[in-house]
């Protein structure tokens, strides 16, 4: 069951990569001029004073140390908001359930956050029933670090579908109990984050 995230709201979402230098390189530094070879009229002493003087002058400046890039920090529970998505309030019957994840930066930095499936976490109950885990039939896991800038939402691509039934590691491929009508809630966790509250909706 993958799930995941692009950006909404005209953001498109990518990988995130370490940032590399971009420094520009300078130009060669120039070559100091050959010190004028002394005549014999000229004073021995003064001659070497002269090449120092030469050298000193044409030498190149040493350049200022770059700057290290600021380095983005993981996200946290103070600057990204996670949210439980579903596409209705209410299904009727043979509707399915499609299920999804919402991530908002309201801080003033981008973060960075692992949204692949091994850090993915869905769950439906019915009061505290709990009727469905993602987790339970998951056959593989993966691993996805994206950038959120501030200001920007991304959510799920694909969503979940939940077939209605209960679920188990035991009957991941049998016959399930089918959910009754009545009222589910949703709740998400992904990359460490929980959403703060559940989302509600109603089965027919």
């Given amino acids: 069951m ?3 995230l692009v950006v909404v709201a005209a953001i498109v979402l990518a990988i995130w990569r370490p940032w590399e230098s971009t420094a520009a390189a300078g130009g060669a530094p120039s070559q100091p001029d050959a010190a004028a070879t002394p005549t014999a009229s000229a004073p021995a002493a003064s001659a070497p004073a002269a090449a120092e003087t030469d050298a000193a002058a044409d030498a190149p400046a040493t350049p200022a140390p ?12 103070r ?41 993915q976490k869905l769950t439906i109950s019915s009061g505290p ?20 800038d501030p ?28 959910a009754p009508a009545g009222y589910f809630n949703l709740a998400v966790e992904i990359g460490g984050l929980a959403a703060p509250q559940d989302r509600q909706f109603v089965l027919r």
Avoid: F, H, M
């Fill in 129 to 148: 029933d709990v009727w469905w885990r993602s987790t339970d039939c998951q056959s593989e896991s993966s691993d996805q670090v994206v950038q959120i």
């Fill in 151 to 178: 200001g920007q939402t991304v959510s799920s691509v694909t969503p979940i579908v939940w077939d209605r039934t209960r679920s188990s590691v035991d009957t991941c491929d049998g016959d399930r109990p089918a």
């Fill in 66 to 77: 770059e700057e290290p890039a600021a380095e983005i920090e993981p996200c946290s529970a």
């Fill in 79 to 119: 600057s990204v908001q996670v949210s439980a998505v579903t596409d209705k309030d209410a299904y009727g019957g043979g509707e399915n359930p499609q299920l999804s994840i919402s991530l908002t930066n309201s801080g003033a930095s981008a973060c960075l956050l692992n949204v692949g499936t091994a850090t």
């Fill in 2 to 4: 993958l799930l995941v």
